[in-house]
Nanobody
Framework: QVQLEESGGGLVQTGGSLRLSCAPS????????MGWFRQAPGKEREFVAVIKWSVGSTFYADSVKGRFTISRDNAKNTMYLQMNRLKVEDTAIYYC????????????????????????WGQGTQVTVSS
């Protein structure tokens, strides 16, 4: 069973930056799309961003658009989430997600934002933004 390994969380002040990384435990694992969800205390889990691995196309939640950048390094088979201008409301556990490698076709925004689209989930990494 492939596992997603996250790193890069931590504590930062408002306006600061962090970069999250995610890589599959099996380096030959290829996903159709990978992304990030987050869950703050007492709130529902929400979509953050997704990247379609083959073409690099991206889609973001409105709340992070313009501040967060999702990217991937094909050689390292690793996905990143660069988070800039962080706000207190960005505090959450961030989860790396991935679809299965056999997925085909178009990934609509609605599908991208749905947790059911993703077959693999990381254990999560804590991001805390202090005021």
């Amino acid at each position: 069973q492939v596992q997603l390994e996250e790193s890069g969380g931590g504590l930062v002040q408002t306006g600061g930056s962090l970069r999250l990384s995610c890589a599959p435990s099996e380096r030959t694992f290829g996903s159709y799309a990978m992304g990030w969800f987050r869950q703050a205390p007492g709130k529902e889990r929400e979509f953050v961003a997704v990247i379609k691995w083959s073409v690099g196309s991206t889609f973001y939640a409105d709340s992070v658009k313009g501040r967060f950048t999702i990217s991937r390094d094909n050689a390292k088979n690793t996905m990143y989430l660069q988070m800039n201008r962080l706000k207190v409301e960005d505090t959450a556990i961030y989860y790396c997600v991935a679809t299965g490698s056999d997925r085909r076709g178009v990934l609509t925004p609605l599908q991208a934002m749905g947790a059911m689209t993703y077959d693999y989930w990381g254990q999560g990494t804590q991001v805390t933004v202090s005021s």
